[in-house]
T-cell receptor, first 113, second 113 residues
Framework: DADVTQTPRNRITKTGKRIMLECSQT?????MYWYRQDPGLGLQLIYY???????NKGEISDGYSVSRQAQAKFSLSLESAIPNQTALYFC????????????FGQGTRLTVV | GNSVTQMEGPVTLSEEAFLTINCTYT??????LFWYVQYPGEGLQLLLK?????DKGSNKGFEATYRKETTSFHLEKGSVQVSDSAVYFC????????????FGAGTRLFVKA
């Protein structure tokens, strides 16, 4: 099983609908992140959480919300989806030390029509 | 603020050619530096890292040296293979703001047989 699992892998939804993307990890890491990937823009940080009680906005949090249900689970919600939220979304984890890497899920491809 | 700038792609090379992907960074402190690779349909995975000035990270024939004087971390490989075709991301671990990872825009590499 993957260390970081995202569900669903692909989703098509209509404008105005609420949608939730889920992420779970078996790394035992305290820190979890949601990134958005658009062609040519790299990864932009949406939200990050340093532990269950600590949630922070990233560069592009407008239109998104998150919930850290447990150390292992971090979900991203689009309250009212719009077409320019069509993108590839990645969840990642790290153990909070500067020298260690981030571990990524395989991504969720979201299309808003 | 902290940022990472990497050369725009796509980069197209023939098999066995020499590869350089440039990366420069801006940071207020002394970050750790990373190269991640994203193969088609997958999430990002760590390729190599360097944690202090003059360190050289290496893996799978790729290498990069942490140059504090030029704030650079260029990725090189002496002889690329078709299987190296992927998107490469330069990143830093931000010493301010709790060591969250900041990514460059990514550089797509195509290697032709």
């Amino acid at each position: 099983d993957a260390d970081v699992t995202q569900t669903p892998r692909n989703r098509i939804t209509k404008t105005g609908k609420r949608i939730m993307l889920e992420c779970s990890q078996t790394k035992g890491h305290d820190r979890m992140y949601w990134y958005r990937q658009d062609p040519g823009l790299g990864l932009q940080l949406i939200y990050y959480s340093f532990d269950v009680k600590d949630i922070n906005k990233g560069e592009i949090s407008d239109g998104y919300s998150v919930s850290r249900q447990a150390q292992a689970k971090f979900s991203l919600s689009l309250e009212s989806a719009i077409p320019n939220q069509t993108a590839l979304y990645f969840c990642a984890t790290s153990d909070g030390e500067m020298n260690t890497e981030a571990f990524f899920g395989q991504g969720t491809r979201l299309t808003v029509v | 603020g902290n940022s990472v700038t990497q050369m725009e792609g796509p980069v197209t090379l023939s098999e066995e050619a020499f590869l350089t992907i440039n990366c420069t960074y801006t940071a207020t402190g002394y970050p750790s530096l990373f190269w991640y690779v994203q193969y088609p349909g997958e999430g990002l995975q760590l390729l190599l890292k360097a944690t202090k000035a003059d360190d050289k990270g290496s893996n799978k024939g790729f290498e990069a040296t942490y140059r504090k004087e030029t704030t650079s971390f260029h990725l090189e490989k002496g002889s690329v293979q078709v299987s190296d075709s992927a998107v490469y991301f330069c990143a830093l671990s931000d010493p301010t703001g709790g060591f969250k990872t900041i990514f460059g825009a990514g550089t797509r590499l195509f290697v032709k047989a």
